[in-house]
Structures are given as C-alpha cells and as structure tokens.
C-alpha cells in the first residue's frame, strides 16, 4: 500500500513538473523543472521493478544531458530576447495540437492499461539482461545508434568550429628592431 501513495506522489510530481518546464519563459527554470520531473521519473521506474532503468534515468538524462543543457544556456546567454520569443512561441493559440496529442495519448495510456493485465505483473530485470539483450540480437541497432552520436559529435564540431579563430591567422609578436647604440646583438 505504501509503493502506490508512492507511486501516485511521484506522479503527481512528474506530471506538474513537466507541464511547468513547458510553460516557463525562462529557460533556467524550464531546466530545474524538467530535472525534477525527470527524478519523479526515475522513482515511479524503481517503484514498478525496474531499478537499473531508474538509476540510467538518474545518471543519464537527470545527471549528463541536463549538464549539457546548463552548458548551453549559459554559453547562448539569450537574455531579454530569449524571453521575448518565449511569449510568442507559448501563445495560447499554440497548445492546440500538443493538447491534442496529449489527450491522444492518454486515451492510448487508458486502452492498453485497460485491455493488458500481463503488464501490472512485471519482472525485475537487471543489468545483465539488459546487456545480454542489447549485445545479443541488438548488437547492430546499438552500433548504429553509436555512429550516429558520433556523426552528430563531429557535426556539433564543425558547426561550432567557425567560432573559433585559427591559430595561423592571429599575428604573432615582431621583435623590436635593435636601437642604435645597442650592444645585445
């Protein structure tokens, strides 16, 4: 009885704090938000028996990629025009079609939820079953999935290469002429 107050607890939290990252002007906030839910996420996965799902929600989406998003939302450092296109992009006329999509959604939720009692009967399932399962039949779907990290790795390079100046074309120091009367030479 205790997991499902549980359960529900961090629901509720995942699910308001997903709609509040969404409807943040500002970015950082978005962020914060977006990592709580994020967390929620992870407890509702240990609560359902799935523990190496939660720690890989914690220690990959909760930990390195919302690094990299501070990351990014520092370097760009937006300002008042980020806010500025913030209010435009979240105009109330805007959330027709995600609203349609999330009621879609959670009509399907409700179906599958409904027609399947296999899925409330579920398997603990540990870390080696996950790395015998994705290195077994999956081996190629996971190189695949490496080559395109890495394509989009040295296409994040180039795109952010032009920023950055050479080192050929930065003039380098002259050595002063010898004055006359000088005797260092």
């Known amino acids: 009885m205790l997991e499902l107050g549980l359960f529900y607890i961090a629901a509720t939290v995942s699910l308001?704090?997903?709609?509040l990252a969404v409807t943040r002007?500002?970015?950082a906030h978005a962020l914060i938000y977006l990592i709580i839910s994020l967390l929620a996420s992870a407890i509702i996965f240990y609560l359902v028996g799935a523990p190496f799902a939660a720690v890989l929600e914690v220690v990959i989406y909760?930990?390195?990629?919302m690094v990299l998003f501070v990351f990014v939302i520092m370097l760009l450092n937006l300002g008042q025009s980020g806010d500025v296109a913030e209010h435009v992009l979240l105009r109330p006329r805007m959330w027709i079609i995600p609203s349609l999509l999330c009621v879609i959604l959670f009509v399907e939720i409700v179906y599958v939820l409904q027609s399947s009692e296999s899925l409330l009967n579920g398997v603990v399932v540990g870390p080696k079953e996950v790395g015998l399962e994705l290195f077994g039949p999956y081996v190629l779907a996971v190189e695949i999935a490496s080559m395109l990290l890495l394509a989009g790795l040295v296409g994040a390079y180039h795109l952010g290469r032009r920023y950055f100046t050479d080192v050929r074309d930065v003039?380098?120091?002259q050595p002063l002429a010898a004055v006359s009367g000088d005797d260092h030479e």
Do not use: E, F, K, Q
């Open 16 to 19: 308001i704090s997903t709609v």
């Open 25 to 27: 002007y500002n970015a």
């Open 62 to 65: 909760a930990g390195a990629i």
């Open 171 to 173: 003039p380098t120091a």
